[in-house]
């Protein structure tokens, strides 16, 4: 990516930032000159100092984040951090394939906590400091497979539609504040989470489909992100922007 200066003096949280999609964002944005929150279940340790690495400053949270007490214990650290929150990247999910007659409903509330709690969570959490400020930058991680009949992913697929909503609502609640909240539909990408809850043969598979025929990786979203939470969209709120290789071409 080319380095720019879009995001000087702003400083960001970027949830799932130990791998894939998270790691490569909170790079970019610290390229683009973002002081980098990152955020995981497990330790985002490395990827804070590969942060660091690029002369911004990081720092790594270790939360579940689709509790809220974990939620409410880490919003100082990152409040604190350089004093305000700027940019959300709501970025921690998963994938999982369930065979429908499998589904039960604990399985159900898991999906939805980890791809759609987790995102409300964190919003809530920081969505003050960004008010305060009278600019702020959320971008929720949604998926293209919202526009594709794919089987074994009913609790998924209606965890991401929810994320779709959630966006479409804040935008409206948020605007007045000076606050954009849009939403990124990625592929399926080779990173660790694809490997795991997807498989390089579906991935393989997806690309044939795609009208840019590779597989997609953590790289290929992260000038939408970035674009997403910066100046350049200020006029831009509520949207889903699909960053799929022309999978869903509509």
């Known amino acids: ?5 879009s995001h000087v003096g702003r400083t960001a949280v970027v949830t799932g930032a130990a791998g894939g999609f998270g790691t490569a964002i909170a790079l970019e944005l610290a390229r683009r000159g973002a002081d980098i929150i990152a955020v995981d279940i497990n330790s985002a ?3 804070a100092a590969a942060v660091r690495e690029t002369g911004r400053r990081a720092i790594a949270l270790q939360a579940d984040i689709s509790d809220p007490e974990q939620v409410a214990d880490i919003t100082p650290d990152m409040i604190g951090f350089t004093g305000r929150v700027d940019i959300l990247i709501n970025n921690a999910g998963a994938f999982p394939f369930i065979d429908i007659f499998d589904l039960d409903y604990a399985k159900w509330r898991q999906t939805f906590a980890i791809n759609t709690d987790t ?3 964190m919003a809530t959490a920081v969505m003050r400091s960004m008010r305060e400020n009278g600019w702020g930058r959320i971008v929720n991680l949604a998926s ?3 526009g594709l009949a794919v089987p074994q992913m009913v609790a998924y697929m209606s965890a991401k539609g929810a994320v779709v909503g959630f966006t479409r609502s804040l935008a409206t609640d948020l605007a007045p504040y000076g606050i954009t909240v ?3 539909c990625p592929t399926a990408s080779r990173t660790p989470g694809g490997h795991k809850f997807i498989g390089d043969e579906i991935i ?3 690309a044939g489909m795609q009208a840019i025929k ?3 990786v953590a790289e290929d979203i992260v000038g939408t992100v970035c674009f997403l ?3 350049d969209s200020a006029f831009m709120t509520g949207q889903t922007v699909v960053c799929d290789g022309g999978l869903m071409r509509v």
């Open 1 to 5: 990516m080319t380095t720019t200066d």
């Open 45 to 47: 340790d490395e990827t």
């Open 119 to 121: 995102q409300f969570l």
């Open 144 to 146: 293209n497979s919202l």
């Open 182 to 184: 849009n939403a990124v």
């Open 204 to 206: 393989d598979s997806v």
């Open 214 to 216: 590779r597989a997609g």
């Open 229 to 231: 939470s910066s100046d």
